[in-house]
Nanobody
Framework: QVQLVESGGGLVHPGGSLRLSCAAS????????MGWFRQAPGKEREFVAA????????YYLDSVKGRFTISRDNAKNTGYLQMNSLKPDDTAVYYC????????????????WGQGTQVTVSS
């Protein structure tokens, strides 16, 4: 089973930046899509961003477009989510995921999940 471990979360003021990392270990997987989701208290886990194995064709939640950038370094088995211009509404636990489903926006398309890392945006 693939294991994903997020890091880089923390407390940041509005307008600040964070870079989340997702390190993969364990079995070799076949060209998974990598995604990021987030979950705020009392809300369902929502799609944030996804990227294909090749690094092309990225996809974003509308509210983070232009602020967040998803990337991956397959040689290092690591994915990233660069978050700029953070807003209080971005506060959530962020999860990285990997899978092979066709619908990048759906949680059901991802087979492996990290443990989550807390991002808090507050003044």
């Amino acid at each position: 089973q693939v294991q994903l471990v997020e890091s880089g979360g923390g407390l940041v003021h509005p307008g600040g930046s964070l870079r989340l990392s997702c390190a993969a270990s364990g079995r070799t997987v076949n060209n998974p899509v990598m995604g990021w989701f987030r979950q705020a208290p009392g809300k369902e886990r929502e799609f944030v961003a996804a990227i294909r194995w090749t690094g092309t064709n990225t996809y974003y939640l509308d509210s983070v477009k232009g602020r967040f950038t998803i990337s991956r370094d397959n040689a290092k088995n690591t994915g990233y989510l660069q978050m700029n211009s953070l807003k209080p509404d971005d506060t959530a636990v962020y999860y990285c995921a990997a899978g092979w489903g066709a619908n990048f926006y759906s949680r059901t398309s991802y087979n492996y999940w990290g443990q989550g890392t807390q991002v808090t945006v507050s003044s």
